[in-house]
């Protein structure tokens, strides 16, 4: 941590300003510069809150040099972690995976859809129980019903569920039902009190970024998880809220190769939600398959039009097989590539 | 609603689409541009969803004509609507009302900064003891002892109290105590779970807009709350993520005028939160009164150095003395303005 | 066109408005719904200012149904728009390339450069001679000095080259000197004198999106080109700003797929300004490429540490060369899917 | 400026990018951190690329401590600038003026404006006589023609004039009308061709920050102006690009304060375009006013609905005067309270 002062403080500020730093057990390193002053902090920053030292009347500005991230920091963990979601499949570390289903759990029809997305190439079946929606009046999800359904198909077909917990409440639930994959959706990716209860058990955590969560706010939200002692997590790019309204969100495809970059943690992406629009889900699937993604998340739908929940994003699972040729081909080049380097 | 069609889908598809909206209960309105197919839809279109309609293949667009929330809308509802807030204090409708104090509670101080700002002018206390923090490794707040101290101030000097609830399972916890006024934090803009909880009880709640909250969405989760039968509902811009930098957020001031024109409830605005630097507080304050705000929320600390979290945007309390007089002489030249309006 | 009045209107203000409309030559269709009535105007809108007609007293908000670029526009001509960039080297329609070389050209090694670029792949060769740079401290290129190292290049190696033009006044030189493609960079995006300069040319012309530009506007500013008289249009893919610090632009990819679907000229996009970072540019190319671009741009420069510009996003020849073997690997499974298709 | 490294970086390479700053006229300072080296920069720093030094291998992040603009910074120019805009008309330190009148100049109706304008107390003309459209088939300005007519205007009413300029070529003919103000607008804030040759007059420059600009880039902007020898630059903040769609713009008023916490130069705001409504125009002026502007931009017209371009966001003579009276009682309170500061 960096804290720039005005060229105009007195050396007792400074020295006075020094003291302080130190009492907490870091070290300083105090520079001259032509416009400015400017103390270098060394040791565990996290002790001191950079807007308080901001709020001094002689410092003008903190810059963080440490990410304030540990256990998701790949610079303390440099192995690509894997984690294991049950029925055999493992994400990350070069094993990839696509989840495909249903934006919302709907009935029967969920098994005749993870039936094909299986067949497709699919090994992970997603599908929504708790539905967060913007209006009250909008279909809200079918609750525990749904995570029975979930679970039946996931007997059947012998692959892991992925389904969305709203609540800190419904945690329990969902562990004691064997849901294999937690998700935690966009709009909860700042709820402290979700991601602390999702923590402290042991299910891998599919963590969404939020709309408007940059990619350190991702990964203080996988902190928040990890610090809890669950170490499973996956971080998920969904699309994030620009000025640009073609799209239902702007695909912000680099934070796959940052997100590697930074973190040991596997990286999904999700093109149904990052795009909006059934007609561009194929292109950026492949384009964040050959980004480096870990794994995909794809909305897959026997009828799109009846579906009770965006359906102008799902696949029909016609359309789903072609996709899967092509991510399997475009994987084919990747992973090659990955050898070699 | 509106559907906007292909030139090229056929007079069978047109027709189909039509009756499959009738038969939801709906009239249509169909019109033929040069380049599109236009079906207007009357009736109750919250039973479409616009984008299940979007992913049909003659649909190009659907674009909203209503807005989505009745309850919070001042088409159906155009008289000003205040809020109760306990200790005789009236919030809306030409009534303002300054919020202020500390970020969090952090112990006895409360008492004396709770008398400073009372003395100034505010007329209701604000204080954290569940805060929301980016990192799992900073200061969580009091918890129940924290609200424990509120209470004891909001008796002793007479003002309702206002302060973070950020856990469906902490709400009893607040009624039981006998919280005023419950504020939901930005980052629970959307933590439906939390709504939904705080809906089934009568207390106010001061409801802030999500980092990358649109208007529209602030009002959605304001539906959220009153569609459980909890009306008093006061909303606040407290500042939204933009690509700027200099500032903790952008103050989005327009947000004032535009919920005013939209909805009947109380709009509160925090310019401690939408600047982040105690030297922007005063203007940005007396801007959002200029704006017409029903209150302010303005954090106060007696000696910010030593707050235990945001105190780089906290007023001193002699700061405050002198905001609060320009605050009265702005709030004097805008409510004479209204008289004459 | 669509404009949505009160409900409380009068049916004399709707005559008004609905006869008002007439006049300009256009159709209208009224509806009246529940909470509004709605005008639906059929004809030519271009004739209509819909920020004036939101003006009107009765008039809630109006929304545009058409788009508003026409010759940019798919649906008047359906078949991709291929550009001849010179030196038998076509754009768009199946035919891809890949534009390379240093960000600006600073002597002698360029033709190095362009030698190891070509040899490596590469079809075009890009250079900056004129440098948009945010300090008016910063190196401001070469100028014309620089266009004829490139011309000279250009010879040697028989390959078009692409270089930024960012003044009217320059237009007729890259036009004398022989420029394949004149680049119009982001900062020009809507610098509208320029825009109409160039499309009184026959010269292509490589069109790149404003920082803050919208899809729509990137096609508006192709207008403004076409409907001067040129339409060698090539659009590009940059990068947008957001919130998002940790690379130095969001590649917005979603970009690709959208511009394809509404207009028939030739896309490509440059991961060297949308990451900003080399470390990213290998998967971020091989992520546009999969995502359907006709064509990359990416900056090579044999020594990036003495880059006068931008070496921070620049690739080693040596990266180039493996990166253009895994863009070959990602065009041919495309190309392939798209022949299926 | 400070580079932070990799804490892998050997002492070779560390010491070889010491010496590499050194040569280049610099000092450094480096320490030891747990996670991370930091070298500080000191001295001359625009003497660096922050993105080539970013480049290096060992190089993990690059960051600013100095700001880059020079001429524009209230550190080295501690006292407000007061721009003469001709005609007895001073704006900044104190001295606060409205420049109002019609988006466009449309014909004889401006003197009508202009002399309403001015009886309800503005004290500088505006008019558009080349209009920057989105569109090509948009109404594009008066050109030439425009400008006559304003002239006559300021010499009928004896006041400024403030007025766009688009176009290098035209800046000389602006200068020989003897144009009171150039009005660069916000697609134009990083026209660095533009900048530089209003730069190279005398005349006064209203200076709009761009869509997706910085206060930064703005102050840059400005920047390039100043260093070419005009240092008559006024500041508009005009509202900024972001995912809200309820108004035109996000007005930016933190950028009031900001912009002279950082800057001696004027500040001006344009609450009509910032916000894109009339309804919207009368809260956000007082706003902008309340937090410290040195002047407002307002389009008024004689009848918004028959504007020939942004009538929507245009007051009536009407509206302005009742808007004036306002302002003169925000300002009122606003002096006041900066005689006490």
């Not at 969305?164 to 909860?188: K, S």
């Not at 000025?243 to 930074?262: G, Q, S």
């Not at 964040?288 to 009828?303: M, N, R």
Request: glycine share 8%; charged share 25%; proline share 4%.
């Amino acid at each position: 941590m960096i804290a720039i002062l005005r060229k105009s403080a007195s050396d007792d500020a400074v020295n006075h300003l020094v003291s302080w730093i130190e009492k907490k057990g870091l070290q300083t390193n105090v520079s001259y510069g032509e416009n400015e002053i400017v103390i270098g902090l060394v040791g565990d920053t996290t002790k001191i809150d950079p807007f308080l030292l901001e709020s001094m009347d002689i410092v003008e500005r903190v810059q963080r040099v440490s990410e304030p991230f540990k256990k998701a920091n790949r610079k303390f963990h440099p192995a690509d972690t894997v984690v294991d979601c049950g029925h055999g499949v493992k994400i990350g570390g070069g094993n990839f995976q696509v989840i495909a289903g249903p934006c919302s759990v709907e009935g029967k029809n969920l098994l005749t859809i993870a039936r094909r997305v299986k067949k497709a190439g699919a090994t992970m079946l997603r599908g929504g129980a708790f539905k967060p929606r913007t209006s009250p009046y909008a279909y809200q999800g079918m609750g525990a019903e749904g995570l029975d359904l979930l679970i039946e198909a996931a007997g059947e077909l012998d692959m892991p569920i992925v389904t969305e917990v709203m609540d800190p409440r419904d945690v329990q639930l969902f562990v004691d039902r064997g849901i294999d994959v937690m998700q935690i959706g966009a709009r909860n990716a700042q709820n402290f009190s979700l991601l602390k209860e999702v923590g402290k058990t042991t299910t891998p955590v599919l963590l969404k970024r939020g709309m408007s969560g940059t990619i350190d706010e991702l990964l203080m939200a996988a902190e928040y998880i990890m610090s809890e002692g669950n170490e499973n997590v996956i971080l998920c790019e969904r699309g994030i809220r620009t000025f640009e309204t073609r799209t239902r969100n702007t695909f912000d495809l680099n934070a796959v190769p940052v997100l590697h970059y930074l973190s040991h943690l596997p990286v999904v992406a999700d093109p149904s939600h990052a795009t909006g629009y059934t007609r561009y889900v194929e292109p950026m699937a492949l384009a964040a398959c050959a980004a480096g993604a870990d794994g995909l998340e794809i909305e897959v739908h026997d009828c799109p039009e009846k579906a009770w929940s965006d359906g102008s994003q799902a696949l029909t699972p016609d359309q789903f097989d072609r996709t899967m040729d092509r991510i399997r081909a475009i994987r084919a080049v990747i992973s090659t590539g990955d050898d070699q380097s």
